[in-house]
T-cell receptor, first 113, second 110 residues
Framework: EAGVAQSPRYKIIEKRQSVAFWCNPI?????LYWYQQILGQGPKLLIQ????????DSQLPKDRFSAERLKGVDSTLKIQPAKLEDSAVYLC???????????FGSGTRLTVV | TQLLEQSPQFLSIQEGENLTVYCNSS?????LQWYRQEPGEGPVLLVT?????EVKKLKRLTFQFGDARKDSSLHITAAQTGDTGLYLC??????????FGGGTRLMVKP
C-alpha cells in the first residue's frame, strides 16, 4: 500500500511571500488532516476534511492560511503571506477512521526567513 | 480544548535500562494512540488502546490506558538504541479528531 505523499520536502521563503504544499492521501481514505508541528512540540491540527468537505478548521489562521481538497482526493495547503512564526513542519495524514490510526506523510519543512 | 500533557519531555538513558513515559489529561477520550516519530519523518502509529484499564504489549513496549480513560503510559523494557525517537500520545474524541500531546524525546545511548 502506497503511503501518504507530500511535496515539497523542504521550502525556504522570505516573510510575506506565499507558499503551497501538496498532499496525496492513501487511496480510499476519506478523511484527510493537515497538522503543523513546530520544532520540539507535538503536531497541532490545522484542518480536517471528510471527502471534499471541511469538518474542522477552528485552529486554521484563516487570515493567511487556506486549504482545499477538490474531488475528495488530493489536498493543498497555502500560506499567504507567510510570517516568521510559520516556520514548522507541515504534516498531512489520512485515515479510514481515527480509531484505526492516522497514516502520516513525511511532511514539508518550511523555513521563513 | 482537550489538553494532553506528556512527561518527561526529555529522557536520556543507557541501552538496557527501563523507562516509562506518561500521558495525562483532565478529559476523557474514547481511545488513545501512541506514535513514534523519527527525525525528518511523520509519526508512525504504535498502538491504539480503547478500553479503560486495557494493557497492550508490543515486544518490549507495554501500553496501559487508565481506568478512567484520561491517562496512559508507555513502558519500554531493556531499551535499545533503535528506540530513540519522539514518542507522542494522541487522544481521540467523539468528533473523530486526534489531539496530540507535546511528546517525549527519548535518546538511548549505547
Amino acid at each position: 500500500e502506497a503511503g501518504v505523499a507530500q511535496s515539497p520536502r523542504y521550502k525556504i521563503i522570505e516573510k510575506r511571500q506565499s507558499v503551497a504544499f501538496w498532499c496525496n492521501p492513501i487511496s480510499g481514505h476519506a478523511t484527510l488532516y493537515w497538522y503543523q508541528q513546530i520544532l520540539g512540540q507535538g503536531p497541532k491540527l490545522l484542518i480536517q476534511f471528510q471527502n471534499n468537505g471541511v469538518v474542522d478548521d477552528s485552529q486554521l489562521p484563516k487570515d493567511r492560511f487556506s486549504a482545499e481538497r477538490l474531488k475528495g482526493v488530493d489536498s493543498t495547503l497555502k500560506i499567504q503571506p507567510a510570517k516568521l512564526e510559520d516556520s514548522a513542519v507541515y504534516l498531512c495524514a489520512s485515515s479510514l477512521a481515527s480509531q484505526y490510526g492516522y497514516t502520516f506523510g513525511s511532511g514539508t519543512r518550511l523555513t521563513v526567513v | 480544548t482537550q489538553l494532553l500533557e506528556q512527561s518527561p519531555q526529555f529522557l536520556s538513558i543507557q541501552e538496557g535500562e527501563n523507562l516509562t513515559v506518561y500521558c495525562n489529561s483532565s478529559s476523557v477520550f474514547s481511545s488513545l494512540q501512541w506514535y513514534r516519530q523519527e527525525p525528518g519523518e511523520g509519526p508512525v502509529l504504535l498502538v491504539t488502546v480503547v478500553t479503560g484499564g486495557e494493557v497492550k504489549k508490543l515486544k518490549r513496549l507495554t501500553f496501559q490506558f487508565g481506568d478512567a480513560r484520561k491517562d496512559s503510559s508507555l513502558h519500554i523494557t531493556a531499551a535499545q538504541t533503535g528506540d530513540t525517537g519522539l514518542y507522542l500520545c494522541a487522544g481521540n474524541n467523539a468528533g473523530n479528531m486526534l489531539t496530540f500531546g507535546g511528546g517525549t524525546r527519548l535518546m538511548v545511548k549505547p
